[in-house]
């Protein structure tokens, strides 16, 4: 089963230069895993460690599932199919705070 | 050096302006590799804030599959600074996830919504070292004008 994730520039520095990876599971957190597999170090740039040891996305990361931020899907539980396209974009943010 | 043409410049003053008190923010798309700055896109404020800003995460996808399907990428990604200097913010370090881009920052600090002029800076901002850049404007923007 493949899912294809599209990279922002950003972190391609993981993932040798390439655009789009592929790669499986069957929610978000299990395709973060087999990500980082693939790719050391990446799994840090896309989660947060909070202070009861879970993991949660950053702020400032967004996830794309077909087209729909995965803050409204169940985050790192939405459920993934073959098939499906994962974007991961860095938010554009910023401000005088 | 960011290398903009009028019109395009204008458009981002008049923008800042617009939104002042609140922070305006966008980005100029070009042909990907190019470094023209060639088609300026304003972006909602989801903040909605005078101390930040943060492009919609559903505009914000719409806005990068738009690039991808017409090869292009964000040569300038701008916003403004309300109250104080045309000058990064820490949070705008720690947030500039575009090695590529010229970071704009437009100070609308002296004269608000009115006539006047603004700061108008350019940066570039990669692994959170911050570099500043002149900016020139150009009548039209033509490959040319980079040699």
């Known amino acids: 089963m493949a899912i294809e994730v599209r990279i922002p520039t950003i972190l391609r520095t993981y993932t040798?230069?390439?655009?789009?990876?592929?790669?499986?599971?069957?929610?978000?957190?299990?395709?973060?895993?087999?990500?980082?597999?693939?790719?050391?170090?990446?799994?840090?740039?896309?989660?947060?460690?909070?202070?009861?040891?879970?993991?949660?996305?950053?702020?400032?990361?967004?996830?794309?599932?077909?087209?729909?931020d995965v803050r409204f899907t169940g985050g790192l539980e939405t459920a993934l199919s073959d098939g499906d396209q994962i974007v991961v974009l860095p938010a554009v943010a910023g401000g005088r705070a | 050096m960011l290398r903009l043409d009028q019109a395009t410049y204008d458009a981002i003053v008049a923008h800042a302006k617009q939104d002042h008190p609140d922070e305006a923010c966008g980005i100029v798309a070009g042909a990907e590799g190019s470094d023209l700055p060639t088609r300026h896109v304003p972006m909602i404020n989801a903040a909605g804030s005078p101390t930040f800003y943060e492009f919609d995460s559903t505009e914000l996808l719409a806005l990068y599959k738009e690039m991808w399907d017409r090869d292009e990428e964000p040569v300038v990604i701008y916003?403004?600074?309300?109250?104080?200097?045309?000058?990064?913010?820490?949070t705008d370090i720690g947030l500039a996830n575009e090695p590529g881009a010229h970071y704009v920052l437009v100070s609308t600090a002296e004269h608000g919504n009115s006539e006047g002029p603004v700061e108008f800076r350019s940066y570039r901002i990669i692994d959170g070292v911050v570099t500043e850049e002149d900016v020139s404007v150009v009548d039209v923007l033509t490959a040319t004008e980079l040699h």
């Open chain 2, 79 to 90: 916003h403004s600074h309300t109250a104080t200097e045309a000058y990064p913010s820490r």
């Open chain 1, 16 to 68: 040798g230069g390439e655009k789009a990876v592929d790669a499986t599971g069957a929610t978000l957190s299990a395709l973060i895993d087999d990500l980082e597999a693939n790719h050391p170090g990446i799994k840090e740039r896309l989660l947060d460690a909070k202070e009861d040891g879970t993991s949660d996305l950053r702020r400032f990361v967004n996830v794309y599932v077909n087209d729909e």
